[in-house]
C-alpha cells in the first residue's frame, strides 16, 4: 500500500482501539505503589485528520493506564526520527512503539533499542530485514485479500453461470500489492468453473493511472462481472467508470457489477451501507487487534523486564462482508470513522477529472473571513480534482454575477457553481443555467424559493449548535453544580439565527437539573447591540458562567466585557466562564487554542464543496442537465477534546494557521 495510505490507517486504529477497546487481560494498569513505567511513542507524522486520529487516544490511555508517555513526531524525516528515538533512550523510557518512516529507519531504530537493551514495537511497517531484535505486527495481506474474494465467489455461484473477473493491481515493488494479488487469485485458481481469465489492470497506487486502464479494460471487456480492487481509495474511480457504463448498480440491482477490496476505509463502509449497498465485500486489516496485540506484547515486556523481545505478530484480518455487516461493521477501522462523520455526512469523493471538464465557479466576493474560507475551500476541492477552472468575482453586484453567469453559459462549461450575491438573484442563475441544460450548484447560500432546478448546499445551524452546546453541557456536569447560561441570539429574521438558537436550547431544555432559566441577549448581529445588552446582562447576572454566541464574531465583544470582570480565564481556572459560538472562524480558532472558548460549531465549507462538486459531477456523468437536490451539511463541533484531530478541519483553523 502507498506510504500515505499505510501510517494513514496506522494511526486510526489507536483512536478507537485504545480508547474504545475493553482493556483486555494483557495491558493491567499500574497499582498505586507499582513502578511508573515511562513508554516512547515515537511516530512518522500528523499532516491529515486521519494522521491525528489516534494521537489523543494513545496519550490518554497510556496514561490512564498508570504510564507516562513520550511522543515524538519526526515529520515523515526518518534521520529525525533516529535522533528522537535516541533521545527517548537517553531518557531512559522503560518501552519504544514506533510507526516508522519506512523498514530501512525501523533497523536502525531496533539497533539503538536493543543496544540500550529497551523493549521495542514496531507498528504495521516491518523493517527491511530481521536483523536486530522487536516485536513486529503486520497484516497478511494475502490472507486478507482471499478472504474478501472468496466471500465474492461464494455469492457468485449464486448465479449460475461464469464470471469475467477484473482486479485492480496494487503498485507491484510494494509486498503488501504482491499479498493482496496473491489472495486475488488464490480463490480464482481455486474455481476454474467459476471464472475466466482475469483482467488484470495496473495502478501504481495511483488514481490517474487507474481511470486510464480501467476505462480501456471496460471498453475492451465490456462483460466484466466481478471487480477486485486491491486497494479500497479506488472506488471512486471505479464508479467514475461503470456509471456513464450503467453498470454501477446496487446489489440486488439487475446488472450489478460484484465488487470488492481491501483496506477498511470510510470510503468502502459507505458503498456498503443497506439501502445502498455496491461493495459486496472489502478485506479488512483488523487494525484494533494489532494495536492490543502489540501494546499487551510492549507491555509485558517491560513488566518481565525482557529487554530485547523478539516476536512477529500476525494480523490475519477479517473481510467485512453483505453477510456479517450486521455483527462487524463497526471492528472496521473506516466504518468508525464514517459513523463518527454522521454516516451519510461522511465525506464524498469526487473520481478524477475526465481531460478538459470544465467549471464555471462564481462568487459575490471576497470581502469577509467567511467568503474568503469559501472560495478557498471550493478552488482547493477543483484544483485538487483536476477540473479547469473559470472564475468570476461579482464585487457583490447581482446584476454583474447575472452576465457573468450568461457568459460562463456561452463558454459552454460542464457545471456552474455559486456563492450568490443574494437568494433573489440566485433564482434568476438557476433559470439560465436550467435554460442552457447546464446544472448549477448554490453554495451556502439558498436561493429566495424553490422555483427552478439546482443543487444547493447549506450548513445545518440547529444541528451544528447543538452539536457545540451539547459539549459544553457535557464540561458543565463535571462541576457538579446548576449552571446559569446566556445566549447571545443573533437576528431572528435571519433563519440561521433561528437554527442556532433553537440547537442552543435543544440542549438547555433536555438538561433542566443542570440549567437555569437562560439569559436572552439580542445582537441583530451587531457588535455594538451585542455589547450594550451584554453588559447589562452581567451586571444584573453576575453569575453567568455558560455563554453560547450565536456567531463567532462576537468573542471580542464577550472578552471586552467578560476581561473586567476577572472571568475572562482559560479552561481550567475555577473562574472560567464555560463558552462555545458557532462558525468556525478564525477567531474562535486562536481562541481554542488559548483553551478560553470549550467549543465552536463549525459549518464544515469543505464537506459542503466537496459534496456540492460531487452532486455536480454526478449530473454531468449520468447527463443530467437540470439536477435538483438539497444538500445538508451537518456540520461538528470542534471541542477542547477533539481539537487535536479536528482542528485543521475547521476553515478558521485553516486560516490561523495559514494553510
Known amino acids: 500500500m502507498k506510504h500515505l495510505y499505510r501510517v494513514i490507517s496506522v494511526l486510526l486504529v489507536f483512536t478507537f482501539l485504545l480508547a474504545a477497546c475493553a482493556p483486555k487481560t494483557a495491558v493491567p494498569a499500574a497499582d498505586a505503589g507499582e513502578k511508573k513505567y515511562t513508554i516512547c511513542f515515537a511516530f512518522q507524522d500528523l499532516e491529515t485528520e486521519f494522521w491525528m486520529a489516534g494521537h489523543k487516544a494513545i496519550t490518554e490511555t497510556l496514561k490512564a493506564k498508570g504510564y507516562d508517555v513520550v511522543e515524538v513526531n519526526s515529520g515523515s524525516d526518518a534521520n529525525k526520527q533516529l535522533e528522537q528515538v535516541k533521545n527517548c533512550i537517553a531518557q531512559k523510557v522503560d518501552g519504544i512503539m514506533v510507526i516508522p518512516v519506512d523498514g530501512s529507519i525501523a533497523l536502525k531504530l531496533i539497533a539503538e533499542a536493543n543496544k540500550a537493551e529497551i523493549p521495542i514495537g514496531i507498528f504495521n511497517r516491518p523493517p527491511q530485514n530481521e536483523d536486530g531484535k522487536s516485536i513486529v505486527v503486520v497484516a497478511d495481506n494475502e490472507s486478507v485479500a482471499k478472504q474478501a474474494v472468496q466471500y465474492m465467489a461464494d455469492e457468485a455461484k449464486k448465479l449460475g453461470r461464469k464470471m469475467k473477473p477484473l482486479i485492480m493491481v496494487g503498485d507491484l515493488g510494494d509486498p503488501n500489492a504482491v499479498g493482496r494479488q496473491k489472495g486475488f487469485y488464490d480463490v480464482i485458481n481455486a474455481n476454474p468453473d467459476l471464472f475466466e481469465k482475469p483482467v488484470e489492470v495496473a495502478t501504481k497506487w495511483d488514481a490517474s493511472v487507474a481511470l486510464a486502464g480501467l476505462q480501456a479494460a471496460m471498453t475492451a471487456n465490456p462483460d466484466i462481472d466481478f471487480i477486485f480492487t486491491s486497494s479500497d481509495f479506488l472506488y471512486p474511480t471505479i464508479q467514475s467508470v461503470l456509471e456513464p457504463m450503467g453498470k454501477w448498480k446496487k446489489i440486488g440491482e439487475e446488472g450489478h457489477v460484484m465488487m470488492g477490496g481491501l483496506d477498511g476505509d470510510k470510503t468502502a463502509c459507505s458503498l456498503m451501507q443497506p439501502g445502498n449497498a455496491y461493495v459486496d465485500s472489502t478485506g479488512v486489516q483488523d487494525l484494533y487487534y494489532e494495536a492490543d496485540t502489540l501494546l499487551a506484547a510492549i507491555v509485558k515486556a517491560v513488566e518481565s523486564g525482557d529487554k530485547s523481545p523478539d516476536q512477529w505478530l500476525n494480523d490475519p484480518g477479517f473481510a467485512l462482508t453483505q453477510g456479517n455487516m450486521s455483527t462487524k461493521e463497526m471492528d472496521m477501522w473506516g466504518c468508525k470513522l464514517f459513523h463518527e462523520a454522521g454516516g451519510a455526512a461522511a465525506q464524498p469523493t469526487v473520481a478524477p477529472a475526465k481531460a478538459g471538464t470544465k467549471i464555471g465557479f462564481a462568487f459575490q466576493d471576497l470581502e469577509t473571513e467567511f467568503w474568503m474560507a469559501g472560495h478557498k475551500a471550493i478552488t482547493e476541492t477543483l484544483t485538487a480534482k483536476g477540473y479547469e477552472v473559470i472564475e468570476v468575482n461579482s464585487g457583490s453586484d447581482a446584476n454583474k454575477q447575472l452576465e457573468q453567469v450568461k457568459n460562463l453559459i456561452a463558454q459552454k462549461v460542464d457545471g456552474i457553481m455559486v456563492i450568490p450575491v443574494d437568494g433573489s438573484i440566485a433564482l434568476k442563475l438557476i433559470a439560465e443555467a436550467n435554460k442552457a441544460g447546464i446544472p448549477i450548484g448554490i453554495f451556502n447560500r439558498p436561493p429566495q424559493n424553490e422555483d427552478g432546478n439546482a443543487l444547493t448546499v447549506v450548513a445545518n445551524n440547529e444541528k451544528i449548535a447543538q452539536a457545540a452546546v451539547q459539549y459544553m453541557a457535557d464540561e458543565a456536569k463535571k462541576l457538579g453544580r446548576k449552571m446559569k447560561p446566556l445566549i447571545l441570539v443573533g437576528d431572528l429574521g435571519d433563519p440561521n439565527a433561528i437554527g442556532r438558537q433553537k440547537g442552543f436550547y435543544d440542549v438547555i431544555n433536555a438538561n433542566p437539573d443542570l440549567f437555569e432559566k437562560p439569559v436572552e441577549v439580542a445582537t441583530r448581529w451587531d457588535?455594538?447591540?451585542?455589547?450594550?445588552?451584554?453588559?447589562?446582562?452581567?451586571?444584573?447576572?453576575?453569575?453567568?458562567?455558560?455563554?453560547?454566541?450565536?456567531?463567532?464574531?462576537?468573542?471580542?465583544?464577550?472578552?471586552?466585557?467578560?476581561?473586567?470582570?476577572?472571568?475572562?480565564?482559560?479552561?481550567?481556572?475555577?473562574?472560567?466562564?464555560?463558552?462555545?459560538?458557532?462558525?468556525?472562524?478564525?477567531?474562535?480558532?486562536?481562541?481554542?487554542?488559548t483553551k478560553f472558548v470549550d467549543a465552536t460549531g463549525v459549518q464544515d465549507l469543505y464537506f459542503e464543496a466537496d459534496a456540492l462538486l460531487t452532486a455536480i459531477m454526478?449530473?454531468?456523468?449520468?447527463?443530467?442537465?437540470?439536477?435538483?437536490?438539497w444538500i445538508d451539511d451537518p456540520g461538528f463541533a470542534l471541542t477542547q477534546g477533539n481539537i487535536a484531530e479536528r482542528e485543521n478541519d475547521m476553515w478558521g483553523c485553516k486560516l490561523f494557521n495559514g494553510k
Open 527 to 593: 457588535a455594538s447591540v451585542a455589547l450594550a445588552g451584554l453588559q447589562a446582562a452581567m451586571t444584573a447576572n453576575p453569575d453567568i458562567d455558560f455563554i453560547f454566541t450565536s456567531s463567532d464574531f462576537l468573542y471580542p465583544t464577550i472578552q471586552s466585557v467578560l476581561e473586567p470582570m476577572g472571568k475572562w480565564v482559560p479552561v481550567g481556572d475555577p473562574k472560567h466562564v464555560i463558552m462555545g459560538g458557532l462558525d468556525g472562524d478564525k477567531t474562535a480558532c486562536g481562541l481554542m487554542k
Open 618 to 629: 454526478t449530473a454531468v456523468q449520468k447527463g443530467d442537465k437540470q439536477p435538483d437536490a
